[in-house]
């Protein structure tokens, strides 16, 4: 019997991760802990928008939100993430998820959150709980790009969370007509399976400066965003491939980098439809949802 479907609490957190590491991590052959790869959403902080099915002081089942902000053409919106869906395997089948995603709308309406974000390969689990489809997103890959460790002279590198965070996010709002809000905290993020993000930089001027936000794992890297002056592609985009023997690029349809790449790469490229959209307001409108894309680097 289930006692509780509940928000967590902060002492709760070491239990869950125990969880998702199983499930997410160690049975997928990779490292570091989803606390270490996501600290603001496995934090005290954050354990409110964490909701969680536990039976005799068991956690069986749950899954993570977190809350963040939309602007789109000027017009600010609040949305939710939603991730981490996960229970544990001698329980699955016997409705949890479904209870939990309940909770979190529940919650999410009461926060006064305009829409919900998830990304998944399962459409047909969450359509059943009012989830649609949609999702501009594609997968771009690379191989044998260059020799490791040629490096463009006007390129700086540094880890994500040392970078010079209001630079970055002054660019992303000059050249972005859509984009999450970031704050300092979320550039410490680690997506799987990257082993470690870095910011490549191209400063010659600030009229011209851009960036790239790149992860690697083994020799692969992985490419969240080139976002600035087309100036700064050729640049960036050499230092990725100088560093890189394999590229994966994650991107959307006549984004700048996109058509820069199309143009200068030999770079293939696949559709990636895995987000699906739960709208919670009047705001949030269907019309113009699906043509949104959460960068991956910004998913939990």
């Known amino acids: 019997m289930i006692h509780a479907i509940r928000t967590a609490t902060p002492a709760d957190l070491e239990n869950l991760l125990v969880l998702l590491d199983e499930e997410f991590v160690f049975r997928r052959g990779r490292a570091l802990s989803f606390g270490q790869r996501f600290p603001t959403v496995y934090s005290p902080e ?15 089942s749950a899954l993570a939100t977190k809350h963040f902000d939309w602007l789109d053409e000027g017009e600010s919106f609040r949305g939710a993430m939603v991730g981490s869906v996960c229970t544990h395997p001698l329980r699955r089948n ?23 974000v998830l990304w998944t390969r399962f459409p047909a ?5 009012g989830w649609i489809s949609g999702d501009c ?5 690379l191989a044998g790009a260059a020799h490791i460790g040629t490096t463009a002279a006007a390129v700086t590198r ?56 790149v992860g690697q794992s083994g020799n692969t890297g992985i490419v969240y965003e080139i976002i600035g002056h087309f100036e700064g ?22 984004s700048d980098s996109h058509r820069w790449l199309v143009r200068n790469t030999s770079a293939t ?32």
């Open 125 to 129: 689990i969450y359509a059943r709980a």
């Open 233 to 254: 592609f050729p640049a960036l985009w050499a230092t990725i491939c100088g560093q890189h023997q394999h590229i994966i690029i994650n991107d959307r349809p006549e």
């Open 94 to 116: 016997e409705g949890w998820a479904s209870r939990l995603l309940a909770a979190a709308r529940e919650k999410m309406q009461q926060d006064e959150v305009d829409f919900a």
């Open 158 to 213: 540094s880890p994500a969370d040392a970078a010079n965070i209001p630079l970055i996010e002054s660019i992303r709002r000059r050249w972005l007509t859509s984009l999450t809000l970031r704050c300092a905290g979320d550039y410490r993020h680690l997506p799987p399976p990257a082993e470690k993000v870095s910011l490549l930089y191209y400063g010659k001027g600030t009229e011209t400066a851009g960036y790239a936000l």
């Open 46 to 60: 954050n354990a409110g928008n964490i909701f969680i099915a536990e039976d005799k002081g068991m956690i069986v």
């Open 269 to 300: 490229w696949q559709d990636k439809p895995l987000a699906m959209w739960l709208p919670l307001s009047r705001k949030a409108d269907m019309a113009r949802i699906p043509a949104w894309y959460i960068p991956y680097f910004d998913r939990i």
């Open 137 to 141: 997103g594609l997968l771009g890959e």
